[in-house]
């Protein structure tokens, strides 16, 4: 399990992180979303050990990972910006994160290496950002670590590669555990993948929540009612957003499903139907709560 507590990080007078908590529990896929500048690679960095917080602490398992070899050896960081030593390619890397991490899986890096049709002899160098970012992915899931640090993992990938790099975590975690962390700039790049997600503003994390107790908890339902329709008798409902186009209404609401079509139900609708809500449309629905513009804030 990784826990972040009371994390502040400051460049200067620029406050990276600002008094971040955070759980990042062991077989999910977290999702840390932001804009750029959010903090979303200073807490990665920080977790990966390579920047010390200025207040409070970050803990893999329980270790300090600043300067701690053993809790390091846990994780595979990738950044956004990849780097590989001048003039090599995939095979001489192969060799050097074989000497790092012990249980790096030679034979599994190369046939996912095959898969994704990158030439393990070609010069890194020659290879496109997509396919460096590619090679990346193929080395630190072969490093076999419990964790997976991922920095903008899809972006500059074209969909069917996302798709298949989001099938490879999956299988890895069926097998073994693994526990990817990817943070993102884009929430739909995410919405299919990830147990939680947390939504990083200004270097706090506004809103962190399992994806499946939120999709339990928020429903959307298209009612249609008669002209003579009282709009006031929907507020006995926890409503989190209303819009209507003549006699067709379609309320976001908070709640337990059962509960709601029963009060639904108990207006007399014409027609009614609740409606499966995108990861998108129920972070909007939360954030304007608070009074964020997710919209404006991510995409």
Request: charged content about 30%; overall charge negative.
């Amino acid at each position: 399990m990784i826990e972040a507590k009371n994390l502040s990080k400051s460049f200067e007078d620029i406050k990276a992180l600002d008094n971040i908590n955070a759980s990042i529990r062991d077989g999910n896929v977290f999702g840390l979303i932001g804009t750029n500048g959010a903090g979303k690679s200073t807490f990665l960095k920080i977790l990966a050990g390579i920047l010390k917080p200025d207040t409070g602490e970050i803990l893999i398992d329980d270790e300090k990972v600043f300067e701690n070899i053993l809790a390091k050896e846990k994780f595979f960081y990738i950044s956004d910006d990849q780097f590989f030593f001048s003039n090599t390619n995939a095979k001489e890397m192969i060799k050097f994160y074989r000497s790092v991490y012990r249980n790096f899986d030679v034979k599994k890096c190369e046939g996912i290496l095959k898969v994704l049709d990158l030439d393990i002899n070609r010069k890194i160098n020659n290879f496109s950002k997509g396919m460096k970012k590619q090679l990346c992915i193929a080395l630190g899931v072969s490093a076999n670590t419990k964790y997976l640090l991922c920095d903008e993992t899809f972006d500059g990938l074209d969909p069917v590669m996302r798709q298949t790099i989001k099938s490879l975590f999956a299988k890895e975690m069926d097998d073994r555990g693994l526990t990817p962390i990817i943070a993102s700039h884009n929430l739909r790049e995410l919405e299919d993948i990830c147990d939680h997600v947390g939504l990083l503003h200004k270097g706090g994390i506004i809103l962190s929540k399992d994806v499946s107790d939120m999709k339990l908890n928020i429903h959307k339902v298209q009612c249609v009612f008669e002209k003579d329709f009282d709009i006031e008798r929907l507020k006995a409902l926890d409503i989190m957003q209303i819009k209507n186009s003549g006699r067709v209404y379609t309320v976001t609401i908070k709640g337990n499903e059962s509960e709601i079509r029963e009060c639904i139900e108990a207006l007399n609708p014409v027609f009614y139907e609740m409606m499966g809500l995108s990861l998108e449309e129920i972070f909007i629905s939360e954030t304007e709560v608070y009074g964020y513009d997710i919209k404006k804030l991510i995409f």
